[in-house]
């Protein structure tokens, strides 16, 4: 992982508009980072929400306990790793607005952001199995995809706090169990323990 200090201070950049502070070669500079791992995690600033929801994603994996996981039931563990991802994200809530709204007419951005959404759903589902069909698990991938995207344009532009945002997660996965059978035919892997 690129050092925090690299990640609080693109945010504290992204808050207040310095984008020309943001050109990977003088991050570099200022961090003294001397390798080229900067370079190919993050090749522009364009894609830095890509790998900052990778990030985020390892912090929220690691937020699950061992007993959350025994207990819970697989539709419970999504809801929990999508509602522990916008807690965490909250402290960077207005960097990540101001860069979603500098590039929010770019169509590259705009794409990879899906991508990215859309990997990080993909690899958290592949804790689970999911029947011997690949096309049910593509449709719980995109359902999912729906939900998260729906609850977080709602933590980004529509209120202060997570309940609303919270509520659309809850109610989406509800819905998709009423009217699928797609977590019906999902279940946690043996080596799903992600906390000791």
Known sequence: MVDNKVIDYFFKKAEIGEW????????????????????????????F??????????????????????????????????????EIMEKNK????????????????????????????????????????????KLLVKSLIVVWLLAFNKWLYEDEENNKSFAIIDKGIKRIKKITSLFEEINKKQEFTLQE
């Open 49 to 86: 929400l890509n790998y900052y929801n990778q990030e985020i994603d390892n912090i929220v994996l690691d937020s699950i306990s061992k007993d959350d996981l025994s207990i819970s039931k697989p539709e419970e563990i999504i809801q929990e790793y999508m509602m522990n991802k916008l």
């Open 20 to 47: 020309d502070e943001l050109d990977i070669h003088r991050i570099e500079k200022k961090f003294n980072i001397k390798n080229s791992s900067l370079k190919n995690k993050i090749t522009d600033k364009i894609f």
């Open 94 to 137: 207005l960097g990540i607005s101001n860069i979603i709204n500098y590039y929010l007419n770019n169509p590259k951005f705009i794409l990879l952001s899906l991508k990215s959404s859309k990997r990080t759903i993909n690899s958290f589902i592949d804790f689970f199995t999911v029947s011997e069909n690949s096309l049910k698990k």
